[in-house]
């Protein structure tokens, strides 16, 4: 309970409520499009460079099991996640897997805000976490987006998506950062230090306070979704998090790490899921997976699910 | 001076902006230009929204052609895409380069 | 294809995007396309000058839809306000997209 | 005499300079507008950020008679300064009243430099003094709008005017930093510290870089804007200024306090101001406003106002 | 309503945008709009891959006016430089703003 | 050849390879326009402060010297490339001149990645060297351009070039900064260093990689430059680089020095230099210049250069 008052007064939490303030009332306020992403190509990069370092002194053997366990998940969650859209929420089969391909995939910025908020709480995540972002981002938009194309009903590209998504800036960035900090090692990557890692949680805020703008932009479709899209963007989250989270643990990761794969897994991709889907499904209606993943499911879990996640995490531990 | 050149115009989401530039050389097209553009039409959100803005993309080529590229826009991304294309004549002076 | 229709664009200070793009709506402009500007025209230093850039505002509207943002452009703005407006006619397909 | 020589060789100071020569000599450089606007967004939230913080530490009623004064002070000075224009000046009133509107308001700029140069003299304002900039950027300039529209001479929308300067970016930032760095306090403001502390100074210097080369534009209005509106722009900041020193001192405040209030009240604004007089006053002539307030005003408030402001409240202080 | 005038529009590289400018002040354009873009055309690379975009530079002018830009920046830069330029009827309003 | 390997081992180095792969792979990543003009300022306006800073400690007599040697490599570069090219190369009098410009003025980001590469095997160079930066950039452009107008092949205007280059972004931040940071002094640098000292390295990550995708476009033109200049471009570095070497010593620099002096003779222009060259000589053809300079000497001079120059100087001042 501490633990959740606390995360809603970290500067973080609070920027982002500051950007969706700003937009209801109307203010002109507006970060440059360029400013933005260069913050994202900032954090993207000083994520991976501080796991590829950790990585770099990680045997083998303990990241094996983590990494199988998360493509796994990969693999499961947008298949969840479609057979609820179809069957209980009777949305058509190409809108369903172009929401099932968002919540297969991960949002960077939803691990980031897990890692800072253990970080608050005085846990460190296992070193290797950023790997496990990486390997979660790509299976799961493919396994969602094969489904229409299976049965035909795919109008654009899936290889053209596949590519977009395979070189896509985020895991360009990621995977990049990860061979760049596991070669240069902890001594030559102390010289950049300075800049990606004490710099780091200043430079979400001002990731935050744009992405609640955003954010409020689509708050404004909630009406159009309906109430069944507005459940399955808080009750999916909730599965699939506390389903990672015992598998985590399962598979040899801590409270912390364990809680974090639970906010990867249970949130919906929006940068690299978008990108694809509008390629694969151009006949899909992006306000769905964009209000899904952003307008609910994204704000859930950085103020409620991510301490619930943990919570659930030390209750499992206890109890193994 | 010669009129018989169209500037071709299409405003499209970015995501269309490689492959309508490949429709354009392969219906004759020399060159283009494009500028960054937000805007406003028939469709509610977009995929733009989130991923970046507009492309407003202009070429100059001869009648005929604008007239198949016009074509093919429409028919190739009208139904699914947020995209508009329209086209008009312009004067240009030694047109052998946009030929 | 058509020809009925116009290229409305207005080139003004950023001050008034919201206002002129509300008037454009209110004659029945179904879209519009923005990119930003740079310029310099009859009148001296204008606050976009500190406030930031001008805005081109373009939308491909009905022939008599054109002719009358226009005229209420004149109207309202150009006493005080840096801004011009111009109008031109373009070729469109599916011009119900415009309607 | 030592500490007006030392402030000209404050990097700030000199930053402002180089711009200023830089486009003298006509170079090309020039900081990309996304840069400038995301380097006022970082300044204006950090400064809110640690003024909130302090707040959080202030007990109300220390707080109250300072706001009080400034609250005060925002009302009296776009008088004072309309009555100059208009019977000295023999200025329209539409004009005068645009020009009141800057001078009443406050430019944030010169509120960072007077706090960078008194923390070079070792001194240290109240904390809470970003609140007190947040008082007096709105007042000022409402109270010299209504002027022309109670005589029916504003053309423009008031209302508009107002849903702008009060949504208005720099408010958003200082009000809403201010916020959240109240909530969050002390520890949890200390992750984002690094970024938005450290890093102040530094980029302080490449804000004031382009603030140079703007102001460099107007230097060439000075002709335009003939001789009373430059003696205006520098003897009306010293009257401010030295009457904001006193009551400063009258109502609490230190000397550096003090000194930082009387930088506030004599600053002209060069941002809330000319967007809001643009909508309310469009026949004003923004060649008077901007310069006066970004032409004369500010480059003589930053060199040699300021020192002459920490100066008198020094020997009020010690008068008392 | 008047239609005598053109839009005079210069897409080049950006090195170049100071010296057009200054040549269509001296044939008499009153004002111009300048956008950002970047493009592709007959010419392989050109300085302004590394140095920044091209710019895109417009202009309503006279009928007249217009085709003596279109001629001298025709002479003096196409065979040295990136550049395009071609003009289009426009309708104004109020046409003494540009006279 | 341990140096050689840590050199690859560096984030600097690692970030262009990425950024190299990047273009390969086809990866929309982008670094934003106004992000990079932005680092580009940052990185020039921080070499000139620290040198500033530097030179204010520095005798005259120490610097004098090295100064006029720089000076001389500046006027004896461009002919020696010059005649190569001319000679040796059989290149019309228009682009070698053109390509000699470049090869006469410096490379500020090679200067920096031998800054960097010394610090990292714990040497460091005299704090003056941003100044040789300044004295080697405008007079081997000039010299250049003055070939063929003393033949009438030039074109455009001279005299609009030099202006060009004597105002340009990088030489106004190099030497105003050099400037603020020798009028400011160590005391008043200490508020502004967490900005530009501590950040420094890690821009520099950002800035690389964003390099690196330049020169990736400029390597699709290696075939159309033809073998000569793939070898000019790598030969030339190695003969001004030791020359550089063994002149940097004989006027008293350090091995560190020296080096730095090396990379800086041996690098050739991208930004200055091309600028120029368009203005006053538009007929030669960028191809050649930009992929000369930029897609082979510069990733030459990064990962092998360098090290190299270190090497030869070690050697060198062993003789001596
Ligand atoms: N009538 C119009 N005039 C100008 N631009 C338009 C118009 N309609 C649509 N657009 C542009 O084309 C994009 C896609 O439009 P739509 O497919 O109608 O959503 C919009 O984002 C606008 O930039
Ligand atoms: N003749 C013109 N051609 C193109 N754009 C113009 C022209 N005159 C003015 N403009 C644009 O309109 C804005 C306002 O012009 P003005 O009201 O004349 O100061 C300028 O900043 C230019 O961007
Ligand atoms: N046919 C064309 N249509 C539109 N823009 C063009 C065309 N050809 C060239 N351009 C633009 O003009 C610039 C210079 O063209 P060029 O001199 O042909 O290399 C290009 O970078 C494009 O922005
Ligand atoms: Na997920
Ligand atoms: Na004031
Ligand atoms: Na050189």
Same mark, same amino acid.
């Given at each position: 309970?501490?633990?959740?008052?606390?995360?809603?007064?970290?500067?973080?939490?609070?920027?982002?409520?500051?950007?969706?303030?700003?937009?209801?009332?109307?203010?002109?306020?507006?970060?440059?499009?360029?400013?933005?992403?260069?913050?994202?190509?900032?954090?993207?990069?000083?994520?991976?460079?501080?796991?590829?370092?950790?990585?770099?002194?990680?045997?083998?053997?303990?990241?094996?099991?983590?990494?199988?366990?998360?493509?796994?998940?990969?693999?499961?969650?947008?298949?969840?996640?479609?057979?609820?859209?179809?069957?209980?929420?009777?949305?058509?089969?190409?809108?369903?897997?172009?929401?099932?391909?968002?919540?297969?995939?991960?949002?960077?910025?939803?691990?980031?805000?897990?890692?800072?908020?253990?970080?608050?709480?005085?846990?460190?995540?296992?070193?290797?976490?950023?790997?496990?972002?990486?390997?979660?981002?790509?299976?799961?938009?493919?396994?969602?987006?094969?489904?229409?194309?299976?049965?035909?009903?795919?109008?654009?590209?899936?290889?053209?998506?596949?590519?977009?998504?395979?070189?896509?800036?985020? @895991?360009? #960035?990621? +995977? =990049?950062?990860? *061979?760049? !900090? $596991?070669?240069?090692?902890? /001594?030559?990557?102390? &010289?950049? %230090?300075?800049?990606?890692?004490?710099?780091?949680?200043?430079?979400?805020?001002?990731?935050?306070?744009?992405?609640?703008?955003?954010?409020?932009?689509?708050?404004?479709?909630?009406?159009?979704?309906?109430?069944?899209?507005?459940?399955?963007?808080?009750?999916?989250?909730?599965?699939?998090?506390?389903?990672?989270?015992? @598998?985590? #643990?399962? +598979? =040899?990761?801590? *409270?912390? !790490? $364990?809680?974090?794969?639970? /906010?990867?897994?249970? &949130?919906? %991709?929006?940068?690299?899921?978008?990108?694809?889907?509008?390629?694969?499904?151009?006949?899909?209606?992006?306000?769905?997976?964009?209000?899904?993943?952003?307008?609910?499911?994204?704000?859930?879990?950085?103020?409620?699910?991510?301490?619930?996640?943990?919570?659930?995490?030390?209750?499992?531990?206890?109890?193994? | 001076?010669?009129?018989?050149?169209?500037?071709?115009?299409?405003?499209?989401?970015?995501?269309?902006?490689?492959?309508?530039?490949?429709?354009?050389?392969?219906?004759?097209?020399?060159?283009?230009?494009?500028?960054?553009?937000?805007?406003?039409?028939?469709?509610?959100?977009?995929?733009?929204?989130?991923?970046?803005?507009?492309?407003?993309?202009?070429?100059?080529?001869?009648?005929?052609?604008?007239?198949?590229?016009?074509?093919?826009?429409?028919?190739?991304?009208?139904?699914?895409?947020?995209?508009?294309?329209?086209?008009?004549?312009?004067?240009?002076?030694?047109?052998?380069?946009?030929?």
């Amino acid at each position: 309970m501490d633990a959740l008052l606390s995360n809603f007064a970290s500067p973080v939490v609070l920027a982002f409520a500051l950007g969706i303030i700003a937009r209801l009332v109307r203010s002109d306020l507006e970060l440059p499009r360029p400013i933005y992403q260069g913050l994202s190509i900032y954090l993207l990069l000083a994520i991976g460079l501080k796991g590829g370092v950790a990585l770099s002194q990680t045997p083998l053997s303990q990241f094996a099991l983590p990494g199988l366990a998360t493509l796994g998940l990969g693999i499961l969650t947008p298949l969840t996640s479609y057979a609820i859209l179809r069957y209980l929420g009777k949305i058509d089969r190409v809108n369903a897997s172009a929401i099932a391909a968002h919540y297969g995939s991960v949002s960077a910025v939803t691990f980031i805000a897990a890692i800072s908020y253990l970080n608050a709480l005085g846990q460190t995540a296992e070193g290797f976490m950023p790997t496990l972002v990486a390997i979660l981002e790509v299976p799961g938009i493919i396994v969602a987006l094969l489904i229409p194309y299976r049965s035909n009903k795919g109008k654009g590209s899936i290889k053209k998506a596949l590519h977009e998504v395979l070189t896509g800036s985020s @895991i360009v #960035l990621l +995977v =990049g950062g990860v *061979v760049i !900090g $596991a070669i240069a090692g902890e /001594a030559q990557f102390e &010289s950049v %230090s300075p800049f990606f890692v004490a710099g780091f949680q200043g430079a979400l805020v001002l990731f935050l306070l744009e992405l609640g703008m955003t954010t409020a932009k689509r708050l404004g479709d909630l009406k159009k979704v309906g109430p069944f899209l507005i459940v399955f963007g808080i009750a999916v989250p909730i599965i699939h998090g506390v389903l990672a989270t015992w @598998i985590g #643990l399962q +598979v =040899g990761l801590s *409270v912390a !790490g $364990a809680s974090v794969l639970a /906010a990867m897994v249970s &949130s919906g %991709s929006y940068i690299a899921a978008p990108a694809a889907v509008r390629i694969a499904l151009p006949q899909a209606n992006p306000t769905y997976y964009l209000t899904a993943s952003l307008g609910i499911t994204f704000p859930f879990n950085i103020t409620l699910g991510i301490p619930l996640y943990v919570e659930v995490a030390t209750r499992f531990a206890a109890w193994m | 001076m010669d009129s018989d050149f169209h500037c071709m115009t299409v405003v499209s989401e970015r995501l269309l902006k490689d492959d309508i530039i490949e429709l354009m050389k392969e219906e004759g097209a020399k060159g283009f230009s494009i500028t960054d553009s937000v805007g406003e039409g028939s469709r509610g959100v977009h995929a733009s929204d989130w991923e970046g803005r507009n492309v407003k993309i202009e070429s100059i080529v001869h009648d005929e052609t604008a007239k198949r590229i016009l074509k093919r826009i429409a028919d190739h991304y009208f139904e699914d895409y947020a995209v508009i294309a329209y086209t008009y004549p312009v004067t240009v002076v030694r047109e052998q380069k946009f030929k």
